[in-house]
């Protein structure tokens, strides 16, 4: 009887013991989880602060990139400051601080745009506009070119063989290349100089690849819109899609020009309006070159609203220095004579308040319902032209779309830009572009706009808990 109950005594003894352990393991066990709960919990509180730190920074960064986009901005590593202050509508936005620094040793002068907000920090990398459209000759619209030249055209990528992938036209329509017909013989507006085909050729040594080269011989027709479009060869873009060129040259949107030419105006540019006298363009080009000399200014800048006749009428010509910028808003550019060379970039865009029946009306230009064309103006020069447009484009519906017109001579070393969407730009004459990007670069000088770069955004996050 003893032994039993000892018996019993013992294992209950052992089974208080295995009880124990068993809640001992589990108490354990429990502490852990309850510890790695903690740590969850403290690490998804930190994960929620970083991601409400990080939109918080983003926040006053969208509403900086938005304000640059929409007012633009001057940046000057003399003065990081003023960049600032141009930004205080969006700056403590949501309690975060925006900062900017110039890029150190970038040869495009960018600038470093962050916000910050606690540890976290987003950003976004500004350039300026480079011009993208590296060619002699850029339109938004479709283009003829009648007599025989030699161009000098962008050089593009150098390839293994030594030869050059050139860039001569690029246009959003049709291009159609005429140097001169079986039945015709050298006119006088094409200029005495001009030669029997139309080609391009690199300066010196360098060359261009043979499927880079449009050549056109005397005679023949090159057209995009038929089975000749196969004598334009690479170096011509035709029917190019999406072209934003106020975009690519000045880095904002076209309706946003305003903006642009308030930082024109801001930077000593000279603003004109010829709607009463187109002859006013080329005497305001002189003024702003004189100008621009006495100030020392790296170039000298015209803006035209209105028709622009570039023809001298006996003034004097036009130096070589400094570069011009030529920008022409709403209007015509026309030009009965001789400019060579012409240093620096003509930029011609319009705005949605003028259509083809105003352009018809500036040149002077008539069409009747049955599609009569006559031609009557106060401007001799432009009266002219208007009457080699009408008996050289039989199209009234081309003809009253026409950007610009030249006959004679004229030789832009730089850039030629028309941004007329759906226009019909006609060269008749001795038009020698030569394409030069440091001109073009020196012509648009502190014009450019900033813009975010693609693919720039970009975040630091530090180690978590440290949010």
Not at 58 to 78: F, P, R
Not at 369 to 382: A, L, P, Q, R
Not at 389 to 400: D, F, G, L
Not at 420 to 430: D, E, R
């Amino acid at each position: 009887m003893k032994y039993v109950a000892k018996c019993t005594r013992d294992q209950g003894i052992a089974t208080l013991a295995v009880v124990a352990s068993i809640a001992l393991i589990t108490l354990l066990i429990v502490l852990g989880v309850s510890r790695r709960a903690v740590n969850d919990i403290q690490q998804t509180q930190a994960k929620i602060t970083t991601e409400q730190s990080l939109s918080r920074a983003w926040a006053a960064l969208d509403c900086a990139v938005a304000k640059i986009k929409h007012d633009g901005i001057h940046l000057s590593k003399d003065d990081v400051a003023a960049g600032i202050a141009q930004l205080s509508p969006c700056q403590h936005i949501a309690g975060s601080q925006l900062w900017l620094e110039p890029w150190q040793n970038s040869d495009r002068g960018m600038w470093h745009l962050y916000a910050t907000h606690a540890q976290q920090q987003v950003g976004v990398t500004l350039a300026k506009a480079t011009g993208a459209r590296r060619s002699s000759f850029v339109t938004s619209g479709s283009a003829a070119f009648y007599g025989g030249n030699t161009w000098r055209p962008a050089k593009g990528k150098k390839r293994e063989d030594g030869l050059y992938e050139c860039h001569s036209i690029v246009a959003g329509g049709d291009v159609m290349i005429r140097p001169r017909m079986p039945d015709e013989s050298q006119s006088e507006s094409e200029g005495k100089n001009s030669s029997n085909g139309f080609t391009v050729s690199l300066d010196g040594s360098d060359e261009c690849a043979p499927e880079y080269r449009t050549e056109v011989s005397d005679y023949t027709v090159a057209d995009s819109r038929d089975e000749t479009g196969a004598r334009l060869k690479k170096d011509v873009q035709t029917n190019v899609d999406n072209m934003d060129l106020f975009k690519d040259y000045f880095g904002v949107p076209r309706a946003q020009w305003k903006t642009v030419r308030e930082q024109f105006e801001r930077q000593g540019g000279f603003v004109v309006n010829t709607q009463g006298d187109p002859s006013l363009c080329y005497e305001t080009l002189l003024d702003a070159v004189a100008s621009s000399k006495h100030r020392e200014s790296a170039n000298a800048k015209v803006w035209v609203d209105g028709p622009c006749d570039l023809s001298r009428e006996g003034l004097e010509a036009l130096p070589s220095e400094p570069p011009i910028l030529l920008v022409v808003q709403d209007g015509i550019v026309a030009l009965r004579g001789a400019i060579r060379p012409f240093k620096g970039a003509v930029y011609q865009f319009n705005t949605d308040k003028l259509n083809a029946r105003e352009f018809a009306e500036q040149w002077g230009m008539t069409i009747s319902e049955s599609g009569g064309m006559s031609c009557s103006h106060d401007d001799s020069n432009i009266q002219e032209l208007c009457q080699l447009i009408t008996s050289t484009v039989t199209n009234p519906e081309q003809a009253r779309r026409v950007p610009f017109w030249f006959s004679g001579t004229f030789e832009p070393e730089g850039a030629f830009i028309t941004d007329v969407p759906n226009g019909h730009s006609v060269v008749y004459g001795a038009f020698i572009p030569t394409y030069s990007g440091e001109v073009l670069q020196q012509s648009f000088a502190g014009l450019k706009q900033w813009r975010p770069v693609n693919n720039s955004y970009h975040d630091i996050k530090p180690p978590l808990g440290e949010g």
